[in-house]
């Protein structure tokens, strides 16, 4: 079982910057596949990130490629999203997400929605 708690929501200018982190607890994230998501109001949720559990899968939605970098430590527990260069379709709510992948393969493909733990998501919200 994991626990995911995210924080660093806020509300940026246009071109701002944030940093989400994401932290488990109860497992380690040993093992598990983590990724990050967003949700506009009245839009679907969609996959922004993924990182697999050795790092050596990372894998991007084309809207955020170059401007968002996932980052994880596990000996920590956490994986942060740092976003750069907001732009105001940026703003939503952010969720993290883990699924147990010994393999590593899970990210390899970015559209995938069937984690098992989710957090409560944080507001990122980008306006001037």
């Known amino acids: 079982q994991v626990k995911l708690v995210e924080s660093g929501g806020a509300t940026v200018q246009p071109g701002g910057s944030l940093r989400l982190s994401c932290v488990a607890s109860?497992?380690?994230?040993?093992?598990?596949?983590v990724g990050w998501f967003r949700q506009a109001p009245g839009k679907a949720r969609e996959m922004v990130s993924c990182i697999n559990w050795h790092h050596s899968t990372e894998n991007y939605a084309d809207f955020v490629k170059g401007r968002f970098t996932i980052v994880r430590d596990n000996a920590k527990r956490t994986v942060d999203l740092y976003m750069n260069s907001l732009k105001p379709e940026d703003t939503g709510v952010y969720y993290c997400a883990a699924e147990f992948d010994v393999s590593g393969s899970f990210c390899e493909r970015l559209a995938r929605y069937d984690y098992d733990y989710w957090g409560q998501g944080t507001q990122v919200t980008v306006s001037s």
């Open positions: 109860g497992d380690s994230l040993n093992y598990y596949a």
